[in-house]
């Protein structure tokens, strides 16, 4: 990638990171050295716990003729089994007990568990060939935020605000919503800034009453005082600033001044009311309720306003031992919503410039984890899928393949810094030049890897 004021790129990325004043401002500075973007924002729908593959993108026709039977011998030499399942002996493999048909034009592959998906395959770039080393949820989590399973790194919404910050001023850069079956808790770590400064780190909007505690201020209080609390607090701060040169302080006056602003444009933001009876139903949202739904929709209100990175989490799809009650309840909730996202933000002009990422922390193994009816699968980080759709993506693709099985990724490979090379590549960043110096090195969300993967991109 050639830029014509490189130089210039990367000196102004080295005096955001490691000076104080540079957290403070403008990231349009840092703009202007880039590429042309097709993406200005970014909304994941992250399936917190592992959709499993072969059950709703992976078709494999192999696991129906050997249903039932233990891996065969030409698999088995390449498998380690403590990996891909906690049983002993050699695990017996398991057909989907969905049906599965090609739609769109492409004749993407769909389970019947996702109807509403079916409908916008042509929109979406499917890859089939994901794969990282990590077997447990919260690291794994972990690696598809921030590139690295180990805690306190950014997370990727963390360095969108960063390198591109905030378009509009009133609400955050960075904003996570969570529904679902809260079958384990999820980590403040999840959208944390790890090492950036803390005014990067996601925004948790809740998911009844105020998104934000204490956004509302006492009755008694009327926005004149508050301004002029503020006002105080400021001068004080910025006092204590330059006895310290404390950065987190220049952090903590500039989130007073957006939890002010936010008083004011989020309440208009939430209430789902104003959107019209069909968009309702497009989305299957019901306003007050604690919805995937909703929060789809809340997602497209965020960009609308120019909230640049959403991250929605559907809690779940942990399917151990009740996949066959587990995964048709998790796709009859998010089936829908993401269709119409999808569709909505198509009609309103604004999916060409917002990048989709759908998919978990890994899929689920293609052998059966338990017995009976209370059967399920486990977890499968060595193959697995997820997609993207919108901003910069080519529609109605398919990428990379598993084995007959579904076992391990085989063909066009992706790794997950390839993934977020990728994304960032959508946004116009060069994920080699989006860096920041900590403990004497320059950090990326890509580490030491990553590559742009040319097929799925326009």
Excluded at 96 to 101: G, L, N, T
Excluded at 446 to 453: C, N
Aim: glycine share 10%; with cysteine.
């Amino acid at each position: 990638m050639n830029y014509p004021d490189r130089h210039l790129f990367l000196s102004r990325r080295h005096f955001l990171g490691t000076t104080a004043l540079g957290s403070l401002l403008s990231p349009q500075l840092i703009g202007k050295a880039q590429r042309a973007a097709k993406a200005k924002h970014v909304i994941v729908l992250f399936m917190s716990g592992g959709p499993s593959h072969v059950d709703l993108f992976d078709y494999k026709p192999d696991l129906v003729k050997w249903d039932g039977e233990p891996i065969p011998d030409s698999i088995a030499k390449g498998i380690h089994f403590a990996q891909i399942s906690r049983q002993s002996g050699r695990p017996k493999l398991k057909a989907s007990p969905y049906q599965f048909r090609q739609h769109g034009q492409a004749g993407t592959w769909v389970s019947d568990l996702l109807p509403h998906t079916a409908d916008v395959v042509d929109e979406i770039a499917v890859v089939k060939s994901l794969h990282s080393h990590v077997f447990n949820h919260d690291p794994a989590v972990t690696l598809l935020n921030t590139g690295h399973e180990r805690v306190g790194r950014p997370t990727m919404g963390a360095w969108m605000s960063y390198g591109l910050g905030a378009v509009n001023e009133d609400l955050p850069a960075f904003v996570v919503l969570t529904s679902g079956v809260k079958l384990q808790p999820l980590l403040d770590s999840y959208w944390s800034s790890g090492f950036l400064p803390t005014q990067h780190q996601g925004v948790e909007f809740r998911p009844s009453g105020d998104p934000i505690l204490h956004l509302r201020s006492p009755k008694s209080v009327s926005r004149e005082r508050r301004r002029r609390d503020l006002d105080m607090l400021r001068w004080m701060n910025e006092r204590h600033h330059a006895q310290t040169q404390d950065p987190e302080i220049l952090t903590r006056i500039k989130q007073y001044e957006l939890a002010f602003r936010m008083q004011a444009s989020v309440p208009e933001l939430i209430d789902l009311g104003q959107e019209t009876d069909e968009t309702l139903a497009l989305y299957g949202a019901r306003p007050g309720e604690r919805s995937f739904a909703n929060n789809c929709l809340m997602a497209r209100r965020l960009v609308e306003r120019g909230t640049r990175f959403v991250q929605l989490y559907d809690m779940g799809w942990d399917s151990h031992g009740s996949l066959i009650k587990d995964h048709p309840r998790q796709c009859r909730g998010i089936d829908r919503p993401t269709a119409g996202l999808i569709k909505d933000l198509k009609r309103r002009g604004l999916l060409d410039d917002t990048l989709i990422m759908w998919g978990g922390e890994f899929g689920r193994t293609p052998v059966v984890e338990g017995a009976g009816r209370l059967w399920g699968r486990d977890h499968h980080p060595h193959g697995f899928t997820m997609w993207m759709a919108g901003g910069g993506i080519q529609g109605g693709t398919t990428y990379g393949e598993t084995d007959a099985f579904g076992f391990h990724a085989a063909k066009d490979k992706v790794a997950v810094p390839d993934l977020h090379a990728t994304a960032l590549h959508c946004l116009g960043i060069d994920h080699e030049d989006l860096t920041f110096r900590f403990q004497g090195r320059d950090f990326r969300l890509t580490d030491v890897a990553g590559r742009v993967i040319p097929e799925l991109v326009v």
